[in-house]
């Protein structure tokens, strides 16, 4: 149904990215398409100047909506928000953490600029289970920025600046400092006694969006600062140029981002080792991924008393005891 979807009328072109991006991920995700067509059902509605045609066109939104979730009935990242807002905060992350890392490796392909475009888009569509974190507001506003930025380096014939850019604040600091002259160090014929604690300067201030670590570290970086990404274009291009560019699968294995939702992975297995099966108090042999999807239960149920949602919280409590009881999933 939703590969016959109408053209959109002219007067509902501000959704039409929202669409698009539902439109693929329509094989890929069904739980990120449903979410972008009922994020873009929201903004529709709010549009005044509505006549027959946007009309017709957003019940037949709503109906694909209906039935979708009808056919989904027991998923749920598509029946409760709760799970569908960790789910998508999840995959915008991931998309996020790999086009930056791709950013600052200096690799600016149109993947990049796609993922980074489509995670601000799932950050938009975030709105719909309420007011945004500070980080994922911070992450959206990166990410479109970056977007922008990194497409119109390319169309204009310009390499683009890996990572954050320097700030005005940042520039007059470095003009100051050189016009200071050489330090005491560098004027002295010798060398100065006993090895150097500086530590070498980063070539771009973060910004409040550090270097995530590479694959292994053991350190997890901080949260982002609420200082937003350098001054550029902020304001997202109106129409979508990367049409045409298929975003990248998030890896299914992301570094360790700064906060946000986090998948359980379990613990690594070396080559050639076999995880010993896990029986509970009952006797009942557990596997890895019964242990995960209970330990998924007990995440959306914790999700769930954040926002006060009691019922949620007991439900997915007691799928989580059935399953490590009996080893059936309810």
Not at 13 to 41: F, G, M, N
Not at 105 to 111: I, L, M, P, Q, Y
Not at 125 to 130: A, D, E, L, P, Y
Not at 145 to 155: P, R
Request: proline share 10%.
């Amino acid at each position: 149904m939703a590969s016959n979807l109408p053209e959109v009328p002219a007067s509902l072109k501000t959704i039409s990215h929202y669409l698009k991006t539902a439109q693929e991920h329509d094989t890929r995700d069904p739980i990120v398409s449903y979410w972008c067509r009922l994020y873009a059902l929201q903004l529709g509605m709010k549009i005044n100047s509505q006549g027959v045609e946007e009309r017709k066109f957003l019940i037949y939104v709503m109906d694909w909506l209906e039935t979708t979730k009808k056919a989904n009935a027991d998923n749920d990242c598509i029946i409760h928000e709760v799970a569908a807002q960790a789910y998508l905060e999840n995959y915008a992350l991931r998309l996020f953490l790999y086009a930056d890392k791709q950013d600052r490796a200096g690799n600016f392909g149109k993947n990049v600029v796609k993922a980074f475009y489509t995670a601000g888009m799932l950050y938009d569509v975030m709105q719909t289970f309420g007011e945004l974190t500070e980080e994922v507001t911070q992450n959206r506003k990166y990410a479109k920025w970056k977007a922008s930025y990194i497409h119109n380096c390319l169309k204009n014939g310009e390499t683009p600046v890996p990572g954050p850019m320097k700030t005005d604040e940042d520039n007059e600091l470095d003009n100051e400092l050189a016009g200071l002259g050489p330090g005491p160090s560098e004027r002295n014929d010798e060398p100065m006694a006993g090895p150097s604690n500086t530590q070498p300067q980063a070539p771009y201030p973060s910004m409040g969006f550090q270097s995530w670590p590479q694959p292994g570290g053991g350190e997890q970086p901080p949260a982002p600062i609420s200082s937003g990404p350098p001054s550029g274009p902020t304001n997202f291009v109106t129409n979508d140029p990367f049409s045409n560019v298929k975003a990248p699968t998030p890896p299914s294995e992301p570094e360790k981002p700064p906060g946000g939702f986090q998948p359980y992975t379990g613990p690594a297995v070396t080559s050639g080792e076999v995880p010993a099966p896990v029986f509970n108090a009952t006797g009942v042999q557990l596997t890895a991924d019964q242990l995960t999807k209970a330990q998924k239960y007990c995440k959306w149920a914790g999700s769930a008393l954040n926002y006060e949602d009691i019922k949620t919280a007991i439900d997915n409590l007691q799928k989580a005891l059935r399953l490590l009881q009996t080893g059936q999933d309810s």
